[in-house]
């Protein structure tokens, strides 16, 4: 079996991107790379051998949504995610945090209309913020629930995944500086309470897990930097940047985050991981600066709404366009030009037009498997021309307006 370890392959000569390969017990990780979501261990509609095809290496499975459906005691009798799934490559999980701290966006962190910003906790607030963890109400029942970061690494454990997220508070936007500190306090403190966990896995359901200690401290500059140099001094495999790209924080300071931080972390060799990025534009700023893996939702949620990726879209377009307006209706065409992914190959955009307006399922597999292969390929290329000194100019080429 594989220890978990990272190489770096190849540094771009003239910007941060590097390419190079994780390798989890589970297999091999190019990065750069893009991590599906698996939210509840199923990327909607596709088999494992579906996925694979579409160059998907690893995906990101939600603690969260596994704790209540099935339940980690489930998963756990199955012999572990991969195997209740039957996937045999690679598994992120996520703390369940930010699912958690979601529910509770109204919550204790909104400020009191005095400035008070001190955490409360009223009947309508779903989230409550200890020192130890988060007491919430879960959304499927109603019961109250306490997670924290030993909770939070045990089920991790239990899944067995690959990658497991340290438990951290997810600040949301806008925020106080003394509050965004006070977060960070305790985040940091969880970070101690999730290398201990980790350090004791009692369970043999993996037995190559690593940790990645997420870096908070929202957009504030000397917190963000005080977290990349704490987390870094910490015996975790990897790291990951939380809170920024996915909770209403202005987009000047997501990349702003990167170049606090990524100087400090790039400087130790482990993998970063960016969380909850993936607009095309998006990936090439980050990887610019030294983001090893990002996931996001886009390709596979906008491809059940009938949002089709394609380079010739443009950056102001997104990269991508409606299937199903009537525009389609007569198109012989494929998806989109030069693809050779399995949808591509064997279907015209009239007939995903059909699908998507009789609401038929082929439609919303073939439009992620598409999707899935665009990122898969989108990522490959930058792998190439970081191998060849070129990203600045691939980014070029895609990013004109
Ligand atoms: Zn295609």
């Known amino acids: 079996m594989d220890k978990f370890n990272f190489k770096i392959h190849h540094r771009d000569k003239n910007s941060n991107a590097r390419t190079g390969i994780i390798t989890t017990s589970h297999g091999k990780i190019r990065t750069p790379g893009f991590v599906s979501c698996g939210t509840a261990a199923t990327i909607k509609s596709l088999t ?55 529910l509770g966006e109204n919550g204790p962190r909104k400020q009191t209309k005095a400035g008070n910003e001190k955490t ?32 939070s690494i045990e089920a991790q454990q239990e899944l067995g995944s690959d990658i497991m997220m340290s438990f951290d508070e997810c600040t949301f936007y806008p925020i106080k500086h003394n509050y965004a500190k006070e977060a960070l306090k305790r985040t940091h403190a969880w970070l101690e309470v999730c290398i201990e966990q980790h350090k ?13 200690g997420v870096v908070q401290g929202s957009i ?10 704490f987390i870094k001094s910490k015996d975790v495999e990897g790291f990951a940047i939380g ?36 607009e095309i534009e998006d990936i090439f700023e980050s990887i610019q600066r030294g983001i090893d893996t990002l996931d996001c939702v886009i390709p596979t949620r906008m491809g059940r709404l009938g949002y089709i990726f394609s380079k010739e879209m443009g950056l102001s377009k997104k990269y991508r366009y409606d299937i199903t ?77």
């Not at 607030?125 to 029942?141: C, N, R």
């Open 120 to 151: 409360q906790f009223n009947e309508k607030t779903l989230v409550k913020i200890l020192e130890d963890g988060i007491e919430f109400t879960s959304a499927w029942d109603g019961k109250k629930i306490f997670l924290g970061p030993k909770e």
């Open 243 to 278: 809170s920024v790209a996915n909770a209403k924080e202005p987009r000047e300071f997501v990349f702003k985050v990167l170049d606090w931080t990524l100087p400090i972390l790039n400087y130790s060799e482990r993998p970063v991981h960016f969380l909850g990025i993936g």
């Open 220 to 229: 504030f500059e000397d917190l963000r930097m005080e977290s990349a140099r």
């Open 200 to 212: 004791n896995n009692k369970n043999k359901i993996n037995l190559s897990q690593a940790l990645y």
């Open 48 to 102: 494992p051998e579906e996925i694979k095809a579409c160059s998907i290496d690893v995906f990101f499975v939600n603690t969260y949504h596994m704790m209540f459906r099935p339940g980690i005691d489930v998963v756990k009798n199955a012999g572990g995610v991969h195997k209740f799934m039957n996937w045999e490559g690679s598994v992120m999980t996520d703390s369940g945090g930010f699912q958690a701290f979601s």
């Open 325 to 401: 307006k009537s525009e389609f209706k007569l198109d012989n065409n494929i998806l989109s030009r030069g693809c050779r992914c399995y949808t591509c190959s064997n279907f015209t955009r009239s007939y995903i037009h059909h699908l998507f307006k009789s609401r038929e399922l082929l439609g919303y597999r073939l439009a992620t498997i598409h999707n899935l292969s665009f990122f898969g390929s989108v990522m490959e290329e930058i792998r190439n021309s970081i191998e060849e000194n070129n990203f600045l100019k691939l980014k070029k080429e895609w990013i004109k307006k």
